[in-house]
């Protein structure tokens, strides 16, 4: 064994020997117009650069790191014959200088730092692309939106709503706070963004109005987004805990189309789930990229039909509490069948394509603030969990199930939400919106989701608001139900029944942190006032519609109408109470041929049409089933 790993480590020193021959490493330090000094390191192909200079690549580091964590990257491409650079960003590392957070200071950077590879003569100023993740992904964006003109950028895990994406929806992310709290020895700040950290922790309404104010500043860019005018190839993580896909999404359209190509799923950073076939397959596109931009090569990287690649997350669970993931191809957005399908919240945890009809108005939660004099700092210092947590502050949800799925469903887009609420606090008030899929034995694992903090409420005010939540892709399972948990804190257990974290990267940490204002919280659901999410979902099926929402007398289910018929026919029923129904076609012999019908349903009058295309002349059973009633009727298909 120890002969072994001493041929790997003879063999991996022979290796990386080989690729430093093939090329020219040089340090050097370059200076900006302002006279900040960036570290930087480029490698340069041996030999004599071919006809009109060397390919370059330029690739950006994530934030809190720096040009060490691109230079394996860097040294391979400089292996293949590209002209590599990398540096490290102002205020990181031993560049000179302070950082502003992501932001057109960074942009402004990169575009000098182009203008150094153009003006070297070994280089080839029209095959210049570059790569960059999060920070990298986000100025490189910037930059091609405002200016910069190289052959082609390829940003992951970026926003064009990245400064609001930290805020979103008046709440301020978990995330937020970690990285406004890096130390001077990772990052160093300027004198604005320094603050951020107290104005997040403070309970001060001016300081979220600070953030309010100087987070989109010179940070969103989305508005100029339609001044790209290169090729760019975008990854975006559905689970990214930083910055929201939807930002991206909204470029399509806006960005000319033969020049986009986008892929939504798993990548390898901000909470993701990592997965290996993913990984390669983003690799490919990575290497097809470059060879047609770069090398000038004709392959298939633009084929219209995989504009968008998109992978889905689904059970079974994998090792470290990862889902499993499938991958899809669509040459728009949103996938072809993906509609809004509207669930509305009733009592006693029912989620219903319908809306509530009865007497009870509202449904609610407390957010339990048990020490009012805790802080936010002490609550962080917890990691939201254990004794002195639990002294200071109770989590507190509502839950609502839907009926178990007929099919495979799937979500693919921008959940939304539009509540009427109000609150006994008074100053703020928070829901925070998560999905789940459940299992009927008890298995259940959060999808996404959605969150609203209202920074300016006065108690006992009825508000209504409309807003988007975490975009995601996902699989639901038949059989299984999609559960909405409305809550005070959006965090999750610490651990799953198999020991795996439930939530590597957050642990118990809250996705946004919540408000430190004890009331309880309402949520309206009948008449005119009624609370619903809207999730982006393909073969759904509702497949009925409510014509009236007085409550029968008595259960009944109608002669169909036409009858006989060919090839569709109406039925029509009235239920008296709240239940699960199904409605089945059955052939004289027993056998089900149909479920026309299986959901939660409010007392009402309902039809729904049955299309008999499919099935041969004959006579057919279709029976409605709930808790406590059943009926059954005869129909004649004649063709």
């Keep these: 064994m120890i002969n072994y790993l001493k041929y790997i480590f003879f063999l991996i020193i022979g290796y990386n020997l080989i690729l430093s021959q093939s090329y020219q490493r040089v340090d050097f330090w370059l200076t900006l117009q302002d006279g900040t000094r960036l570290d930087c390191t480029k490698f340069i192909p041996n030999g004599s650069p071919p006809g009109g200079g060397w390919r370059c690549m330029i690739i950006t580091h994530g934030y809190g790191l720096t040009k060490y964590y691109e230079m394996p990257t ?113 990052v160093r700040y300027n004198p ?18 600070s953030l309010a104010y100087y987070l989109p500043q010179n940070r969103d860019f989305l508005h100029l987004v339609q001044n790209c005018q290169l090729p760019i190839y975008i990854q975006n993580a559905w689970q990214d805990r930083f910055f929201n896909t939807l930002g ?4 399509r359209g806006i960005i000319p189309a033969n020049l986009y190509k986008m892929y939504f799923g798993v990548m390898d950073g901000h909470g993701s789930d990592y997965i290996d076939d993913e990984e390669e397959y983003k690799d490919v596109i990575f290497k097809d990229w470059l060879d047609y931009y770069l090398k000038g090569i ?70 339990d603030v048990l020490d009012p004099n805790v802080t936010m700092e002490f609550l962080v210092n917890t990691e939201f969990r254990g004794p002195l947590f639990e002294s200071k502050f109770r989590k507190n949800q509502i839950v609502f199930d839907s009926a178990p799925l007929q099919q495979d469903v799937i979500m693919a887009g921008t959940p939304s939400a539009n509540l009427f609420y109000s609150s006994t606090a008074n100053g703020v008030c928070q829901f925070n919106i998560q999905i789940w899929e459940a299992k009927l034995n008890g298995e259940e694992k959060l999808v996404t989701r959605l969150n609203w903090t209202d920074r300016y409420y006065s108690s006992g005010q009825v508000k209504e608001k409309f807003f988007n939540g975490q975009a995601y892709g996902h699989r639901f399972s038949a059989g299984n139900k999609i559960r909405i948990r409305i809550t005070n804190l959006d965090n999750v257990p610490m651990y799953t029944s ?32 009624r609370s619903y999410i809207d999730l982006p979902l393909m073969n759904y099926i509702i497949g009925i519609k409510q014509i009236s929402s007085e409550i029968p007398l008595r259960f009944e289910l ?60 004959g006579l057919y059973i279709y029976r409605l089933e709930g808790k406590n009633f059943s009926a059954s009727r005869k129909m004649v298909v004649l063709k």
């Design 498 to 529: 198999g020991g795996d974290t439930t939530d590597y990267f957050l642990r118990t940490n809250p996705f946004v942190l919540p408000v430190l204002k004890s009331g309880t919280n309402r949520i309206y659901i009948n008449n005119n006032s």
């Design 298 to 367: 004709n392959n298939n990287v633009m084929n219209p039909a995989q504009k968008f690649t998109y992978s889905v997350s689904h059970f079974p669970v994998q090792a470290r509490n990862f889902w499993s993931w499938t991958r899809y191809h669509s040459p728009s957005w949103p996938p072809s069948g993906i509609q809004n399908i509207r669930f509305y919240f009733h009592p006693n945890n029912y989620l219903s394509n319908w809306g509530y009809y009865g007497s009870q108005t509202n449904v609610s939660f407390n957010n």
């Design 74 to 186: 860097a040294e391979e491409l400089a292996a293949e014959g590209y002209y590599t650079l990398v540096y490290s960003m102002r205020g990181q590392g031993i560049s000179e200088g302070e950082s502003n957070f992501i932001s057109m200071t960074e942009a402004n950077d990169l575009k000098q730092v182009v203008q150094y590879v153009k003006n070297d003569l070994n280089t080839n100023d029209n095959r210049i692309g570059i790569n960059g993740g999060s920070q990298g992904g986000i100025i490189l964006f910037m930059a091609a939106c405002t200016g910069m003109q190289v052959r082609m950028i390829m940003p992951d895990m970026a926003s064009p709503t990245q400064g609001s994406d930290w805020i979103e929806n008046g709440c301020i992310k978990m995330v937020f706070l970690w990285t406004a709290s890096y130390p001077p020895n990772i």
């Design 248 to 251: 991206v999404i909204n470029c």
């Design 558 to 617: 109608h002669q169909n109408y036409p009858n006989p018929f060919n090839p569709e026919t109406k039925i029509k029923f009235a239920v008296n109470e709240y239940d699960t129904y199904t409605l089945k076609v059955f052939d004289i012999y027993g056998k089900v041929l149909k479920i026309i019908l299986h959901s939660y349903l409010s007392p009402g009058i309902y039809e729904t049409e049955f299309n008999a295309s499919e099935i041969a002349s």
């Design 192 to 209: 604005t963004v320094s603050r951020f950290r107290s104005w997040i922790l403070s309970s001060s309404p001016d300081k979220w109005d």
